[in-house]
C-alpha cells in the first residue's frame, strides 16, 4: 500500500494519559499536514511540517499537543495529559511539495478518552 | 473571516437521481482555491477536484460537474445518476491565497444513495 499510512486507526486512553499518534506519508513526499474532525465539528487544520520543521502550527491547541516529522521515521502528533474534549478522528495528509491544496489523506486514527 | 458553508447536512436519494450538493464560501482573498473531498465509509478523504479563483469554467468529470460562480461566491457538485457507491460525506473546502495545504473545510454533506 503506497498511500499515507496512519496507526493506530483506533486508540483508547484514559483522561491524563498521552496519545501518540503516527504518520507515514506516501513514499516521496516530504510534507505532512495533520487535521482534527471533532463530533458535529469539520475538519480544522492542526500543523504544517517538513522533514524536521514545523513551518505552521496556527490550528495546535497551545498546550498538550506537539508534532513532530524527524529525518528518519513517521511523523508523530503527540497528545499529552488526554481530556475527553480531545476524543476525535486525526487525519494526516501528504503532498510531495508545498501542496497548492492536492492532498492525500490516511484513514485516520480515532481517539476514544475515556 | 474565511468560511466554508455546507447547509446540506443530509441528504438521500434513490439511484439514478441526480444531486446537487451546496457549497458557499466567504474570503477577502483574491486568489484562492476552491475543492471538494469525498469521505467514503472507510475514512480516509479523497481529493476530487481543484478549481482557482480566476477560473470560473465548470467542469465535467464523468457523472460528476462542478459548478464555480463568484457572483455568488458558491462551488457546487452536481452527481448525476447517482450509485450507491457514491454514498459518502462530501466536503468543500477553501485555501486562501497561498495557504497551499492549510484547508477551511465545510461541515460535508452526508449523501446517501439508497437502490
Known amino acids: 500500500n503506497a498511500g499515507v499510512m496512519q496507526n493506530p486507526r483506533h486508540l483508547v486512553r484514559r483522561r491524563g494519559q498521552e496519545a501518540r499518534l503516527r504518520c507515514s506519508p506516501m513514499?516521496?513526499?516530504?510534507?505532512v499536514y495533520w487535521y482534527r474532525q471533532l463530533p458535529e465539528e469539520g475538519l480544522k487544520f492542526m500543523v504544517y511540517l517538513q522533514k524536521e520543521n514545523i513551518i505552521d502550527e496556527s490550528g495546535m491547541p497551545k498546550e498538550r499537543f506537539s508534532a513532530e516529522f524527524p529525518k528518519e521515521g513517521p511523523s508523530i502528533l503527540r497528545i499529552q495529559q488526554v481530556v475527553r474534549g480531545d476524543s476525535a478522528a486525526y487525519f494526516c495528509?501528504?503532498?510531495?511539495?508545498?501542496?497548492?491544496?492536492?492532498?492525500?489523506f490516511g484513514e485516520g486514527s480515532r481517539l476514544t478518552v475515556l | 473571516a474565511q468560511k466554508v458553508t455546507q447547509a446540506q447536512t443530509e441528504i438521500s436519494v434513490v439511484e439514478k437521481e441526480d444531486v446537487t450538493l451546496d457549497c458557499v464560501y466567504e474570503?477577502?482573498?483574491?486568489?484562492?482555491?476552491l475543492f471538494w473531498y469525498k469521505q467514503p465509509p472507510s475514512g480516509e478523504l479523497v481529493f476530487l477536484i481543484r478549481?482557482?479563483?480566476?477560473?470560473?469554467q465548470n467542469e465535467i468529470s464523468g457523472r460528476y460537474s462542478w459548478n464555480f460562480q463568484k457572483s455568488t461566491s458558491s462551488f457546487n457538485f452536481t452527481i448525476t445518476a447517482s450509485q450507491v457507491v457514491d454514498s459518502a460525506v462530501y466536503f468543500c473546502?477553501?485555501?486562501?491565497?497561498?495557504?497551499?495545504?492549510?484547508?477551511?473545510f465545510g461541515q460535508g454533506t452526508e449523501l446517501s444513495v439508497k437502490p
Open positions: 473546502a477553501l485555501s486562501p491565497g497561498n495557504q497551499g495545504g492549510k484547508l477551511i
Open positions: 513514499k516521496g513526499h516530504s510534507h
Open positions: 495528509a501528504s503532498s510531495p511539495r508545498q501542496s497548492t491544496g492536492e492532498l492525500f
Open positions: 478549481r482557482n479563483s480566476f477560473d470560473e
Open positions: 474570503t477577502r482573498d483574491t486568489t484562492y482555491y
